[in-house]
């Protein structure tokens, strides 16, 4: 098997379930998650229990019990409310470290592209590999998950722009109905808002690096076909 192509989960239970979008682990023969569990690094294999290709999202179930997990959100995301994302962008590798990266920025938007209802616009920088990371506010809860950023190539062809911070999450709602059609337990969270210090660990502690393998001839079969859901990495790592 070979590692090609990786994005972003979190833990939303203490059973070690983890929530994703679903073009992060679309064609994939295996997924591995790595994640923090206080000491040192652990990586486990996933199973998929659940995915919905309309929304993008996927729930991947483990045999670990986290150390944390993400609570979701009681309600949507407002106008100019305060969010974070995690994510591991870029993958992990010597050349952008292994190191979780946050991004800070508001909700500028209640809706998606074309007034999508399931999506709300933050400014808040997403990059390649941070799909389906968690976007918190300060309470630690989950409003969205990050699923994509506005094309370069559509905007310059239609307006003559470069989009800036226009990026995209799923929100809570959406997650929420998702989670409750499989019979994934969650927990809502509360309002409070949570020192620095304590949002720091909880992210670092509840998202997820998720890595996608699979073997070299469905990786060349799928590039032949032009069918790639992904972005598979410049060089295969074995």
Do not use: W
């Amino acid at each position: 098997m070979l590692s090609v192509a990786s994005g972003t989960g979190f833990f939303v239970n203490d059973k070690g379930s983890i929530v994703s979008n679903n073009h992060v682990i679309d064609q994939c023969q295996n997924v591995r998650a790595h994640f923090n569990n206080g000491s040192y690094n652990q990586s486990v294999s996933t199973k998929i229990i659940g995915i919905d290709p309309r929304v993008d999202l996927t729930v991947l179930q483990t045999n670990v019990k986290p150390l944390d997990y993400f609570t979701l959100s009681t309600s949507d995301a407002e106008l100019l409310d305060n969010i974070y994302v995690a994510g591991f962008p870029f993958g992990r590798n010597e050349v952008v470290s292994s190191s979780i990266k946050i991004t800070q920025g508001i909700v500028g938007a209640l809706v998606g592209l074309e007034n999508d209802s399931s999506r709300i616009q933050i400014d808040a920088a997403l990059q390649p590999g941070n799909s389906g990371g968690p976007i918190v506010n300060k309470s630690g809860n989950v409003v969205g998950v990050a699923v994509e950023k506005a094309s370069v190539e559509y905007f310059l062809e239609n307006y003559g722009a470069i989009p800036e911070n226009t990026n995209f999450g799923i929100k809570s709602s959406i997650t929420k109905n998702f989670l409750d059609t499989y019979g994934v337990p969650y927990k809502l969270g509360n309002n409070r808002n949570l020192p620095s210090r304590e949002l720091s660990d909880k992210i670092s502690h509840g998202t997820v690096f998720l890595e996608c393998y699979m073997t070299q001839e469905r990786l060349t079969a799928i590039i032949e076909a032009g069918s790639a859901t992904k972005t598979f990495f410049n060089e295969v790592i074995d």
